[in-house]
């Protein structure tokens, strides 16, 4: 079983940075891929980035490359470095692992764009 924790929402002003963490229980290496989706109140959950096990990325077009992920294996972590933000951008943060058949979630962190 693989239990994700994230961290690193709050609230912060339009235009501002911030940097989300996923930590696994264990390896993410062992895992076929790891996402971050969002999700707005009344809205749909949207992918906002993968990446794979051997470094493949694919990032949501609706994020104007404001968005980066990075993972550091040693700590089993991801990680979404986002910049420019966007009262849009509000929404919880979720943090999701692929192994097949199996899929993992993080309990979210809420994100909060101030215009």
């Known amino acids: 079983q693989v239990h994700l924790v994230e961290s690193g929402g709050g609230l912060v002003q339009e235009g501002g940075s911030l940097t989300l963490s996923c930590t696994a229980s264990?390896?993410?290496?062992?895992?076929?891929?790891m996402d971050w989706y969002r999700q707005a109140p009344g809205k749909q959950r949207d992918l906002v980035v993968t990446i794979t096990a051997v470094g493949a990325t694919k990032y949501g077009d609706f994020l104007e490359g404001r968005f980066t992920v990075s993972r550091d294996n040693a700590k089993n972590t991801v990680y979404l470095h986002m910049s420019k933000l966007k009262p849009s951008d509000t929404g919880v943060y979720y943090c999701h692992a692929f192994q097949h058949p199996r899929h993992y979630w993080g309990q979210g962190t809420q994100v909060t764009v101030s215009s």
């Open positions: 264990g390896s993410i290496s062992a895992l076929s891929a």
